[in-house]
Nanobody
């Protein structure tokens, strides 16, 4: 399984970035996916998660209204559209995925529940 994330970079506060993550070797359509980040000197935290079909999403309070997670199951990809970026959004962003069983739509919030992780992409927001 490989998760390849890209799209990070340096942006000024108030700007926008779009992260992408393409998965291979994963039963993508049966996988709950998510974006996490590790701010400098801090623990990894959940940013946004999405259910298998994309019908359900959940966001960290700190990004609600500014970030949007989406997925394209035909392309085995998830995205994170980030707008109105703030310096506190700085960090390494990771995509993660975990295959689910059954038919229920699931959002997986806990990072320890994910089996597969991308390599991370650095987002730096300057003030």
């Amino acid at each position: 399984v490989q998760l390849q994330a890209c799209g990070g970079g340096l942006v000024q506060a108030g700007g926008s970035l779009r992260l992408s993550c393409v998965a291979s070797g994963l039963a993508f359509g049966r996988s709950a996916m998510g974006w996490f980040r590790r701010p400098p000197g801090k623990e990894r935290e959940m940013v946004a998660v999405i259910s298998q079909s994309g019908g359900y999403t959940q966001y960290a309070d700190s990004v609600k209204g500014r970030f949007t997670i989406s997925r394209d199951n035909a392309e085995n990809a998830i995205y994170l559209q980030m707008s109105s970026l703030k310096p506190e959004d700085t960090g390494v962003y990771y995509c993660a995925g975990t295959e689910t069983r059954g038919l229920l739509e699931l959002m997986v919030v806990a990072s320890e529940e994910y089996d597969n992780w991308g390599q991370g992409t650095l987002v730096t927001v300057s003030s």
